[in-house]
């Protein structure tokens, strides 16, 4: 069975300063797919960046960056000079890539509070 | 681009109510899903949905009842309403095919509250 684990419930960071969210995760498959989320306060849920099983660079989006360590299984999100609109809940979460439509499992998530 | 309509925003019910959350989706995709979120924690899976006709358990169905209406359309219904039912519910559509750099796209979530 799938497993997403963020050990940080939250984090603090100073504005412009690099922030790193931890995500592990446990799978047998050997082809899946890692993906961020946000949350902001308001509540909805957005997609920040994706890191294939197979993919041999490090996904980059912006000021997001995923550090992929595949033999360690984890897939930390790194937001570089950060804004105060970072502030957010982030979640990890992986699929498997021949999962039944395309079911994820979602870590409990990191929150992030960047101050001023 | 309206992506994932949720309907209602809120609702407050009493217990033993039932209630039918809908969703809608315009991008053409196959799958779809139904998601509670507690207060500081993460998704959890009701039901999913790989296609028109077809829906399966996720990790916490008991309780909840689907209806895949047509490809844009997935409901969540709540026959008997319980307090344990309180939370933020999503919907959630992807294109599952084996392209696996396909995210899901979200609504904006249900806030219910049972009494």
């Known amino acids: 069975a799938q497993k997403i684990t963020q050990t940080q419930p939250g984090m603090f960071v100073q504005e412009k300063e690099a922030v790193t969210l931890d995500c592990t995760y446990d799978t047998s498959d050997p082809s899946y797919g890692l993906f961020w989320y946000k949350q902001p306060s308001s509540g909805e849920m957005i997609f920040l960046i994706y890191?294939?099983?197979?993919?041999?660079q490090n996904a980059t989006e912006g000021r997001y960056s995923l550090n992929f360590q595949k033999a360690r299984k984890s897939a930390n999100l790194v937001i570089s000079a950060s804004q105060l609109g970072d502030s957010a809940m982030y979640f990890c979460a992986m699929r498997e890539a021949f999962t039944n439509a395309g079911k994820s499992t979602f870590g409990d998530g990191t929150t992030l509070t960047v101050k001023p | 681009n309206a992506g994932v309509t949720q309907t209602p925003k809120f609702q407050v019910l009493k217990t033993g109510q039932s209630m039918t959350l809908q969703c809608a989706q315009d991008?053409?995709?196959?799958?779809m899903y139904w998601y509670r979120q507690d207060p500081g924690m993460g998704l959890r899976l009701i039901y999913y949905?790989?296609?028109?006709?077809?829906?399966d358990k996720g990790e916490v169905p008991n309780g909840y009842n689907v209806s895949r209406l047509n490809k844009r359309e997935f409901s969540l219904r709540l026959e008997s309403a319980a307090p344990s039912q309180t939370s933020v519910y999503f919907c959630?559509?992807?294109?599952?095919?084996?392209?696996?750099?396909?995210?899901?796209?979200f609504g904006d979530g249900t806030r219910l509250s049972i009494l």
């Open positions: 991008m053409n995709h196959n799958s």
């Open positions: 949905s790989a296609s028109e006709g077809t829906t």
């Open positions: 959630a559509s992807s294109e599952a095919t084996r392209a696996r750099n396909q995210p899901q796209h």
């Open positions: 890191q294939g099983s197979y993919d041999q």
